[in-house]
């Protein structure tokens, strides 16, 4: 089961129909991130795979940010929550121990979320920059307030968006904008990331969550095994030639065309009603 409360940096609640919020929860430092923090995410994300009942993860930040990325003040945290795994030196005391750091201590936050074969939200309450950004990037969907600014800015200390920002910029934006918004270091307002496509859906502050509750109900009330797969298969899509992709799809069709969730979708549309899918997970 997905263990619900307060952990390093951030707290975790599930709400009907299986739609699990994980807010960050240090506003006086922009939820800015550190190793444990992050290991303690990856962590969370995997109880979230293997919990049937979860089918939905949205992010969230609390205060006027959504993360202003890594935390580089160098001050004690309290994080006012418990561990759920244990520390480890961090790194970065030398070149290698910094590639190391980041391959196996910090870029695997944002493999878990794309990696989650749940669908992921990220309601972008306020600032969202450098890796608060790049995890935004990583969720399927970003609904953001209109206060909300959003960018990753990494040149501005002479850094790079080393979790894999660049990656997923590329994917959503091409190569040319790519190199636009990262070499001229710019953050935007959630207005203009619409227009670039970086998100989905712009409302009003005080909206932000209901809209996000909103979509993430209809998303847990979906088909769940034909969504994972098709989730799994669009990605794999932007990396895969055609007949790849041809295979891959079909490859996943054979479990959907065979699940109880087909067979209540072809009955409900013959009975003219709305189907009732996930029986599975729902004892019926």
Same mark, same amino acid.
């Given at each position: 089961m997905m263990q619900t409360g307060a952990f390093r940096g951030f707290e975790v609640a599930m709400h009907d129909p299986g739609i699990a919020v994980i807010t960050f929860n240090?506003?006086?430092?922009?939820?800015?991130?550190?190793?444990?923090?992050?290991?303690? &995410?990856?962590?969370?994300?995997?109880?979230?795979?293997?919990?049937?009942?979860?089918?939905?993860?949205?992010f969230t930040g609390s205060g006027r940010a959504f993360s202003a990325g890594d935390d580089i003040?160098?001050?004690?945290?309290?994080?006012?929550?418990?561990? &759920?795994? =244990?520390?480890?030196?961090?790194?970065?005391?030398?070149?290698i121990g910094t590639y190391e750091g980041l391959r196996a201590l910090s870029q695997p936050l944002n493999v878990a979320v794309r990696n989650l074969d749940k669908l992921s939200i990220a309601a972008i309450n306020g600032v969202a920059v450098q890796t608060g950004f790049s995890l935004a990037l990583a969720c399927d969907?970003?609904?953001?307030?209109?206060?909300?600014?959003?960018?990753? !800015?990494?040149l501005r200390?002479? @850094? @790079? =968006?080393?979790?894999?920002?660049?990656?997923l910029l590329v994917q959503l934006l091409g190569v040319a904008k790519t190199m636009d918004f990262l070499m001229r270091k710019r953050i935007v307002a959630a207005q203009e990331a619409f227009e670039l496509g970086l998100v989905?859906?712009?409302? =009003?502050?005080?909206?932000?969550?209901?809209?996000?509750?909103?979509?993430?109900?209809? &998303?847990?009330?979906?088909?769940?095994?034909?969504?994972? @797969?098709?989730?799994?298969?669009?990605?794999?899509? !932007?990396?895969?030639?055609? !007949?790849?992709? @041809?295979?891959?799809? !079909?490859?996943?069709t054979m479990v959907s065309d065979h699940h109880p969730d087909a067979r209540e979708g072809v009955a409900a549309f013959r009975e003219r009603r709305e189907p009732r899918f996930n029986a599975w997970i729902e004892g019926r």
């Amino acid at each position: 089961m997905m263990q619900t409360g307060a952990f390093r940096g951030f707290e975790v609640a599930m709400h009907d129909p299986g739609i699990a919020v994980i807010t960050f929860n240090q506003p006086e430092r922009l939820n800015g991130m550190s190793q444990p923090m992050k290991r303690d &995410l990856v962590e969370t994300l995997l109880q979230a795979q293997m919990d049937d009942q979860v089918r939905v993860v949205v992010f969230t930040g609390s205060g006027r940010a959504f993360s202003a990325g890594d935390d580089i003040t160098g001050r004690p945290v309290n994080w006012g929550g418990e561990a &759920l795994v =244990p520390d480890i030196p961090p790194g970065h005391h030398n070149t290698i121990g910094t590639y190391e750091g980041l391959r196996a201590l910090s870029q695997p936050l944002n493999v878990a979320v794309r990696n989650l074969d749940k669908l992921s939200i990220a309601a972008i309450n306020g600032v969202a920059v450098q890796t608060g950004f790049s995890l935004a990037l990583a969720c399927d969907f970003r609904i953001a307030s209109s206060e909300a600014r959003m960018g990753s !800015a990494t040149l501005r200390f002479g @850094l @790079l =968006p080393d979790e894999g920002g660049q990656f997923l910029l590329v994917q959503l934006l091409g190569v040319a904008k790519t190199m636009d918004f990262l070499m001229r270091k710019r953050i935007v307002a959630a207005q203009e990331a619409f227009e670039l496509g970086l998100v989905h859906e712009v409302v =009003p502050p005080e909206a932000l969550m209901a809209r996000t509750m909103a979509f993430a109900t209809e &998303l847990a009330n979906g088909p769940q095994v034909a969504m994972r @797969l098709l989730k799994r298969t669009v990605y794999n899509a !932007a990396e895969m030639t055609f !007949a790849h992709a @041809l295979d891959d799809i !079909a490859a996943k069709t054979m479990v959907s065309d065979h699940h109880p969730d087909a067979r209540e979708g072809v009955a409900a549309f013959r009975e003219r009603r709305e189907p009732r899918f996930n029986a599975w997970i729902e004892g019926r």
